[in-house]
């Protein structure tokens, strides 16, 4: 049964709040927390660079099940034209007082709405790391314009959880890839586009018009941006679609 916090009374040195959040839904047989509908909790990041696993939603088992294919293997789920999902999980922190790094798994269009946030604090010179968040079960307008269920963020001027020093480093190299680099044409455009990489094309309208089929939804003046940014003397390169801060 979910429990919900009393209000509490929350006192740092910006100001005194009276707010009320949901206690994160927790496994009994693992790490992993995650929240229902419309529910809102508090958490601190543990790490923002997410452990990614490809799965197939199995009818039959009526769970998510492993794509075989990222090990190199022949996958069966594949075969038989069974859509592959992208899951990404991240570790936070749920509570003061409790140093146990929880796991939250999110879709693709959640992934890419936290990378755009956790980049816009780097260019800023904030440490995401260091906040706390309200994390909302809600819906997200995806890059299509989309609305999908997913978690939106909104950082709060509570005190931070953890301390930096008892965190996972964010000097790590695991870490470091997100803070280095940015993504100017979205994660979820490269995803679809791997096919096509180190590809020839015609023309510059050739690969806009496949990226047009791909993204009917995006807008034309954006997709365009994209095709010129990822071509490069007619040749694919998706290594482009990244921007290095250093």
């Known amino acids: 049964m979910l429990k919900k916090h009393r209000p509490v009374l929350r006192v740092n040195s910006w100001k005194t709040e009276l707010s009320q959040y949901s206690d994160w839904i927790k496994s009994p047989k693992s790490a992993r927390v995650w929240l229902s509908d419309s529910m809102t909790a508090l958490g601190q990041f543990a790490f923002i660079n997410p452990l990614h696993r490809i799965k197939h939603w199995s009818s039959s088992k009526k769970q998510r099940v492993d794509c075989w294919e990222p090990k190199g293997n022949e996958c069966f789920f ?30 693709l269009s959640t992934h890419s709405h936290f990378q755009r946030y956790f980049s816009g604090c780097f260019d800023n010179d904030v440490n995401p790391c260091d906040l706390i968040h309200k994390f909302t079960r809600t819906k997200i307008t995806t890059l299509s314009g989309l609305k999908m269920n997913g978690y939106d963020l909104k950082a709060t001027e509570d005190k931070a959880f953890m301390r930096e020093v008892f965190r996972p480093s964010l000097q790590s190299p695991h870490q470091n890839k997100i803070r280095d680099f940015k993504w100017v044409v979205p994660e979820e455009v490269v995803l679809k586009l791997v096919d096509y990489d180190n590809k020839p094309m015609t023309s510059l309208i050739d690969f806009f018009l496949i990226l047009k089929g791909l993204f009917p939804r995006i807008d034309d003046k954006k997709l365009k941006s994209y095709a010129i940014r990822l071509l490069e003397n007619n040749i694919i390169d998706l290594r482009k679609a990244k921007e290095y801060r250093n």
């Not at 594949?78 to 899951?87: F, L, N, S, Y």
């Not at 999980?89 to 796991?103: A, C, F, H, P, Q």
Request: charged letters at 25%.
């Open 78 to 107: 594949c075969k038989r034209g069974m859509a592959q999902i992208h899951d990404y999980t991240y570790g936070v922190y749920s509570e003061k007082g409790d140093d146990t790094i929880y796991y939250l798994s999110v879709n």
